[in-house]
């Protein structure tokens, strides 16, 4: 993705009610950076949708995670689990790359719009705790 080329590690998930971007920073920042942060990566996707060619790269990405699942059978447990908890339905794990085929950068653009909005936004930071200073009680 676009967050990748610039150096920012991201994680893509699917969930039941569609999906996390999981950002990852080298240092620690304040909350309010993380907040605006992702909510100026959201106000650009509202303005422009995403190109096609960086769909595309999304979709190989969860793609070639999905396979990498499924080379051993503790993988395909696990993955036939996930789509019946998230979905269902477990075999919603062998439709799900078919219907991500579907999707197009006016779709993406239209759900930001429309889901994520300031009532339904959660931002969390987490820090590892600073090493205690010797002599001194946590």
């Known amino acids: 993705t676009a967050l990748q080329e610039q150096g920012a590690p991201v ?3 699917r969930s039941r009610r569609g999906g996390h971007a999981w950002l990852f920073f080298d240092k620690a920042i304040a909350g ?11 106000s650009a996707l509202r303005r422009t949708p995403p ?3 960086e769909l595309q790269r999304v979709r190989n990405q969860l793609e ?3 396979i990498r699942r499924l080379r051993s059978n503790f993988g395909l447990a696990i ?9 269902g339905d ?4 062998f439709r799900f790359f078919q219907a991500m085929e579907t999707v197009t950068p006016g779709d993406i ?4 719009q429309e889901y994520f909005r300031e009532d339904q ?12 200073v010797e002599g001194e009680e946590r």
């Open 90 to 93: 477990w075999t919603h794990t």
């Open 121 to 132: 936004r959660t931002v969390a930071v987490l820090a590892r705790p600073e090493a205690p």
């Open 51 to 53: 190109e096609e060619m």
């Open 64 to 66: 070639a995670s999905g």
């Open 32 to 42: 309010k950076h993380a907040r605006r942060f992702g909510k100026g990566i959201l």
């Open 79 to 87: 993955q036939l689990a996930e789509s019946e908890s998230l979905f």
């Open 11 to 13: 994680y893509l998930e």
């Open 109 to 112: 653009q239209r759900v930001v």
